[in-house]
């Protein structure tokens, strides 16, 4: 399996929900990564996970809030969100996990889910 | 920020032809990759290039890095309508830097017209 999967492929949610984003992959990577893209913007990173502890956080607002379960897996929680959020929310993985350079190593994406805050 | 800047932003050209594409970034790295994006989808990974080489081919992609000009360029031969998406180049820092991510430049729309 050599492919990065995502779920839901799109969600509306009003400022007072809490949903979650998932991402998965069985490549057996141990590096993964959240994203976020706006319309005709390149992603920006958002977070880093390695070896499923949290690596890197670029000063994320605390109402996005990640978990990685296990290598498998990477959650995405989000609650009162604001309508700014909406974008395109990308998931990606790199083989590496350790190393001073892993998180610049290549990278699979999945196909994203596209987030639509009312 | 080290944020790459792409030029030029978007390029229309006729099946066939060939497409050139250019990156240009503002400190040191460690390597720098293209990625391809359809339309409101994931990034594929196109190709990497490491920062003590000069060029790198794959299949009818030549990639070439400058880094005493801090620029490189992406160059697709014989375009192709599949061909047609957002190309971003994508710079990732030294390490012990601060700086250990990718990092993505602006991008540039290509359209092959059929």
């Known amino acids: 399996d050599t492919e990065v999967t995502q779920t839901p492929k799109h969600l509306v949610m009003g400022m007072t929900n809490k949903k979650s984003l998932k991402c998965e992959q069985h490549?057996?990577?141990?590096?993964m990564y959240w994203y976020k893209q706006k319309a005709k913007k390149p992603p920006e990173l958002m977070f880093v996970?390695?070896?499923?502890?949290?690596?890197i956080n670029e000063s994320v607002p605390s109402r996005f809030s990640p978990e990685c379960p296990n290598s498998s897996l990477l959650n995405l929680h989000l609650h009162a969100l604001q309508p700014e959020d909406s974008a395109l929310y990308l998931c990606?993985?790199?083989?590496?996990?350790?190393?001073?350079?892993?998180?610049?190593?290549?990278?699979?994406f999945g196909p994203g889910t596209r987030l639509t805050v009312l | 920020s080290q944020q790459g800047e792409e030029d030029p932003q978007a390029l229309s050209i006729q099946e066939g032809e060939n497409a050139t594409m250019n990156c240009s970034y503002k400190?040191?790295?460690?390597?720098l990759q293209w990625y391809r994006q359809n339309s409101g989808r994931g990034l594929v990974h196109l190709i990497l290039?490491?920062?003590?080489?000069r060029e790198k081919h794959s299949g009818r992609l030549r990639v070439t890095l400058d880094t005493s000009k801090k620029s490189s360029s992406l160059l697709i031969t014989a375009s192709r309508a599949a061909d047609t998406a957002s190309y971003f180049c994508?710079?990732?820092?030294?390490?012990?830097?601060?700086?250990?991510?990718?990092?993505f430049g602006t991008g540039t729309r290509l359209t092959i017209i059929p």
């Open positions: 290039i490491r920062s003590n080489e």
């Open positions: 996970y390695s070896y499923e502890k949290l690596s």
């Open positions: 994508a710079t990732g820092g030294i390490p012990n830097f601060g700086n250990e991510k990718l990092t």
């Open positions: 490549m057996g990577h141990r590096a």
């Open positions: 400190t040191s790295i460690n390597n």
């Open positions: 990606a993985s790199s083989q590496e996990g350790r190393g001073a350079s892993f998180s610049t190593d290549t990278q699979y």
